[in-house]
């Protein structure tokens, strides 16, 4: 019932101009069309980053093999001293492990500072046998895909809030016109009477 007296109010209210009304309802169409195309675009962009990544994480996991590496020397001690993360930088020491198809490899792994002589730890090796990173999982492949669809959303909203700029600065040019006019005619009878 408020909403409805309210509106009513609007209507009839005696400042009210035409300008105001446009400018209420272009705002209107564009928070509409904004929200409407920021949708359909986070989602289009968002499904289509989530099948490019899904498709190269197919492919790593594929490509890509775990094998356990053996340390052949200490790495260094550990430093008092860490990054910002508080984490201590892993260490490059030389290792030996056995391939996929069989074969012996060699070469320098990251280890953790400390790590002794003996101890086996983890690495992922290509189908060449050359070190490389571990497959994408499927939270990376969720994250990617939403980062590139709330990407998409946003700059739909950012374009919406500038067609809103350009309404508000198309309106107010107009509000000033009318001032202007509304002036010229009314002024020589206000400054009579000063």
């Given at each position: 019932m408020?909403?409805?007296?309210g509106s009513?109010?609007?209507?009839?209210?005696?400042?009210?101009?035409?300008v105001d009304v446009l400018e209420a309802r272009l705002w209107l169409l564009v928070a509409v069309l904004a929200l409407m195309c920021a949708s359909s675009?986070?989602?289009?962009?968002?499904?289509?980053?989530?099948d490019r990544e899904a498709s190269v994480a197919a492919e790593q996991r594929a490509d890509r093999h775990l094998v356990r590496a053996t340390v052949l020397r200490d790495a260094t001690s550990p430093s008092p001293w860490t990054d910002e993360s508080g984490r201590s930088p892993r260490v490059p020491?030389?290792?030996r492990w056995v391939t996929p198809t069989g074969g012996e490899g060699t070469g320098?792994?990251?280890?953790?500072?400390?790590?002794?002589?003996?101890?086996?730890?983890?690495?992922w090796l290509d189908s060449r046998g050359t070190?490389?990173?571990?497959?994408?999982?499927?939270h990376d492949?969720?994250?990617?895909?939403?980062?590139?669809?709330?990407?998409?959303?946003?700059?739909?909203?950012?374009?919406?809030a500038l067609a809103g700029f350009g309404v508000r600065m198309a309106c107010n040019r107009r509000r000033a016109?009318?001032?202007?006019?509304?002036?010229?005619?009314v002024e020589p009878e206000w400054s009579r009477r000063t």
């Amino acid at each position: 019932m408020y909403a409805a007296r309210g509106s009513r109010r609007w209507r009839t209210h005696p400042l009210r101009r035409k300008v105001d009304v446009l400018e209420a309802r272009l705002w209107l169409l564009v928070a509409v069309l904004a929200l409407m195309c920021a949708s359909s675009i986070g989602v289009a962009q968002g499904w289509a980053a989530f099948d490019r990544e899904a498709s190269v994480a197919a492919e790593q996991r594929a490509d890509r093999h775990l094998v356990r590496a053996t340390v052949l020397r200490d790495a260094t001690s550990p430093s008092p001293w860490t990054d910002e993360s508080g984490r201590s930088p892993r260490v490059p020491v030389p290792a030996r492990w056995v391939t996929p198809t069989g074969g012996e490899g060699t070469g320098k792994v990251l280890v953790a500072p400390g790590t002794e002589r003996g101890e086996r730890t983890r690495l992922w090796l290509d189908s060449r046998g050359t070190i490389t990173s571990a497959p994408l999982e499927h939270h990376d492949v969720w994250a990617e895909a939403l980062l590139e669809g709330g990407s998409g959303a946003a700059v739909a909203i950012g374009a919406g809030a500038l067609a809103g700029f350009g309404v508000r600065m198309a309106c107010n040019r107009r509000r000033a016109t009318l001032w202007e006019s509304e002036w010229s005619r009314v002024e020589p009878e206000w400054s009579r009477r000063t």
